[in-house]
């Protein structure tokens, strides 16, 4: 796909990834931060979409992954325990943060934190070394003697569930 392509199709796109984030977040600042850095990442892999294609399940998934790393990198002090209940280190208030976003900040902490609790032992783990960890899946692999598509798999579904129930949660 050529770049002038991409930019054809990147409002209709742009779009889809404000509605995933605006269901994800529940307000507009964090669904625009999803669709900056989903169309982002995007095209830094222009070169292998074929412009022919309808890129709309694409961009669902590129924003959910784009919600998830907000996430993480809000709550890159979140630590998760899969021995103890209670895990939970609220959030530090920042300097610039209203007492309002330390709010949602410190209830979003909570609903990621029971999310992660409420998978099984050993989705939790392996969700644990690969999202909160960072670690890579070839790294799990070796720590876990786990197969690499069983770990992506598993992961993936992890991901899905904790989405899911965090989508759950702010709605209500």
């Known amino acids: 796909m050529t770049q002038e392509e991409f930019e ?20 507009d600042d964090d669904a ?14 222009i ?9 709309e399940a694409l961009a669902i998934r590129v924003a959910k992954h784009c919600c998830m790393d907000i996430v993480r990198k809000r709550k890159s002090k979140l630590f998760v325990s899969s021995t103890r209940k209670e895990n939970v280190i609220p959030p530090e208030r920042g300097i610039s943060e209203s007492p309002h976003e330390h709010l949602e900040a410190k209830e979003l902490h909570n609903a990621v934190n029971q999310a992660v609790q409420n998978l099984k032992p050993s989705e939790r783990r392996l969700f ?5 960890e960072g670690l890579s899946l070839d790294e799990i692999a070796e720590q876990t003697n786990i197969a690499k598509p069983s770990i992506k798999s598993i992961v993936s579904a992890a991901r899905k569930k904790v989405f899911q129930e965090i989508k759950e949660r702010i709605k209500s």
């Open 128 to 132: 644990e070394l690969r999202q909160l």
């Open 8 to 27: 054809h199709i990147a409002p209709a796109l742009r779009e889809i990834m404000l509605s995933v984030g605006r269901s994800f977040f529940g307000n």
């Open 32 to 45: 625009e931060d999803v669709a900056q850095e989903g169309l982002i990442a995007l095209l830094k892999f």
């Open 47 to 55: 070169d292998r979409m074929d412009a022919n294609t309808r890129h």
